[in-house]
């Protein structure tokens, strides 16, 4: 069932195209100062975000869905699939010296646990870059209000389905914890607000949110304004 459900995500045209938090995400990761041998996507997709590490590491990639997988092998990926929920790499330990997992966590019925099992893959002191959306940011809560259940980072709403395709909700704080109990140590931090709204109702409000990203609100207050919470860590 599964794995039906994410062949037909992947085939979708703006997954393939790119948003503006993906590009986002692309931006940030590969402006840091990585080193080391090896790199694992986790959740890679179709690698628009590791393909950019080939000319720099061993570039390995894992995902549920073979469609995508194929697309992240001919970009030079070293591919594997895998359900994420079974919380089990096919790789052994202290073999990568970056892993990256970008908006995955909050599909996985244990995030604790597979980040626990990214910990163990890195080398001593090895980095991991994490991203969940932040379900507590401004819009949401507004719809909340409102007696509406959207979830703005999640493009389920935009097709009128019934259920969210975030199964564990982050705020700021339950990430930080979960990392502080996976033993991670975070050196960085980076908040996502859209430059442009995408949503039909706030469109109207541009203006605003033009104001929001002038005076850098969401690094101000990333709990309320950050849609996306990006963090690089340190094994510790």
């Known amino acids: 069932m599964s794995d039906e459900y994410y062949e037909h995500y992947w085939e979708q045209d703006h997954i393939q195209t790119g948003s503006p938090h993906l590009v986002w995400k692309k931006t940030i990761v590969e402006g840091l100062p990585l080193s080391g041998k090896r790199l694992l996507d986790v959740g890679c997709g179709n690698g628009f975000i590791a393909a950019s590490f080939v000319d720099r590491f061993e570039t390995y990639g894992v995902d549920i869905s073979t469609v995508a997988l194929k697309a992240a092998a001919e970009k030079g990926i070293r591919t594997a699939a895998i359900d994420a929920n079974q919380m089990e790499l096919p790789y052994p330990d202290q073999f990568f010296d970056v892993i990256i997992c970008l908006d995955v966590l909050e599909h996985v019925f244990d995030p604790l646990a597979l980040t626990k099992e990214i910990h163990a893959k890195l080398v001593p002191q090895g980095t991991f870059i994490v991203c969940v959306p932040n379900i507590l940011n401004l819009f949401n809560r507004i719809h909340f209000l409102r007696g509406e259940f959207v979830d703005v980072m999640d493009v389920a709403h935009r097709t009128n389905a019934l259920f969210s395709e975030h ?49 850098k609100i969401p690094q101000r207050l990333p709990t309320l304004f950050a849609l996306g919470l990006l963090y690089v860590c340190q094994k510790s």
Request: proline residues 2%.
């Open 167 to 215: 199964i564990r909700l982050f705020s700021k704080s339950t990430l930080e914890t979960l990392l502080d109990q996976a033993s991670f140590k975070v050196t960085q931090r980076y908040f996502y607000f859209p430059q442009k709204f995408s949503e039909t109702s706030w469109k109207k409000v541009q203006f605003l949110g033009d104001l929001v990203n002038a005076l």
